[in-house]
């Protein structure tokens, strides 16, 4: 088993900022992608930003420039960098990741965190 636990996130004003965390834990586990989602009420979820094994990064668009996704490859763990925050950025943000344990490929979840921003 595999845990994500978030922390950040919270309630800030239009073209402020904040930080989400998400740190991995568990036994025998090797990460192919890991990231954050989103789900804004009455919508889909969404890819915000996500690391792959490789390194290659993808942001959804409407985050370039204003959003950076980091890690902390030692801690397991990533960081969301989000700047210049607008109101169309509040939803539930979710800590993910696509991991192999014992040849075999499992996604989790974490617990999710609100981001509400205020116009």
């Known amino acids: 088993q595999v845990q994500l636990v978030e922390s950040g996130g919270g309630l800030v004003q239009a073209g402020g900022s904040l930080r989400l965390s998400c740190a991995a834990s568990?036994?025998?586990?090797?990460?192919?992608?890991i990231g954050w989602y989103r789900q804004a009420p009455g919508k889909l979820r969404e890819s915000v930003a996500i690391i792959k094994s490789g390194g290659r990064i993808n942001y959804l668009d409407s985050v370039k420039g204003r959003f950076t996704i980091s890690r902390d490859n030692a801690k397991n763990t990533i960081i969301l960098q989000m700047n210049s925050l607008k109101f169309e950025d509040t939803a539930v943000y979710y800590c993910y990741a696509d991991v192999t344990r014992y040849l075999r490929r499992y996604e989790y979840w974490g617990q999710g965190t609100q981001v509400a921003v205020s116009s």
């Open positions: 568990g036994s025998t586990f090797s990460i192919n992608a």
